[in-house]
Antibody, heavy 118, light 107 residues
């Protein structure tokens, strides 16, 4: 059974930083592109970022480009999201996600809440 | 960026009725479109991928159709557990994008 467990969320002031982690199990982690998707309170889903198998390819939403960095450690089956220069509009539940078919999200974690507020 | 527009925003139906949800893309996504179901407090669940393929374990009452810019998710006969929010998502281009969602509520 695929399990994705996020951690690292919390309350941070505008301009601050956080690092999210996603520990994966039940899959050959190094064989899958991994993604972050977020959902602001009472809002829809927003794709944030995707990283390729080895970490050499990364993709970002325009809303986070230049502020967020996605990375992975295949030896630890763990995905990361370094978030800098946080803004109020980054407040959301952040989920890691993966799919058997690249580009879709068949497995999701339960998410970690990031709140950006003074 | 490919914009996905879902309609209607809310669909009020009774159990046993047929639900038809629409997703329109601002440019062609070929067949690279998925549908997700999300219930309150839960992560989204993949229902349909590549426009018409049901994901593992998804009941046959869920079906998807379309290609290019116009797509439809059909629930043939609504069960009580189907009342939820549904999102479409494309993987044709970067950035990946989701539609704004359609809420299927009990009438």
């Amino acid at each position: 059974e695929v399990q994705l467990l996020e951690s690292g969320g919390g309350l941070v002031q505008p301009g601050g930083s956080l690092r999210l982690s996603c520990a994966a199990s039940g899959l050959t982690f190094s064989s899958y592109a991994m993604s972050w998707v977020r959902q602001a309170p009472e809002k829809g889903l927003e794709w944030v970022s995707t990283i390729g198998l080895s970490g050499g390819s990364t993709y970002y939403a325009d809303s986070v480009k230049g502020r967020f960095t996605i990375s992975r450690d295949n030896s630890k089956s763990t995905l990361y999201l370094q978030m800098n220069s946080l803004r109020a509009e980054d407040t959301a539940v952040y989920c890691c996600a993966v799919g058997a078919t690249a580009g879709y999200f068949g497995y999701w974690g339960q998410g970690t809440l990031v709140t950006v507020s003074s | 960026e490919i914009v996905l527009t879902q309609s209607p925003a809310t669909l009020s139906l009774s159990p046993g009725e047929r639900a038809t949800l629409s997703c329109r893309a601002s440019q062609s996504v070929s067949s690279y479109l998925a549908w997700y179901q999300q219930k309150p407090g839960q992560a989204p669940r993949l229902l349909i991928y590549d426009a018409s393929n049901r994901a593992t374990g998804i009941p046959a009452r869920f079906s998807g159709s379309g290609s290019g810019t116009d797509f439809t998710l059909t629930i043939s006969s609504l069960e009580s557990e189907d009342f939820a929010v549904y999102y479409c998502q494309q993987r044709s281009n970067w950035p990946r994008t989701f539609g704004g969602g359609t809420k299927v509520e009990i009438k």
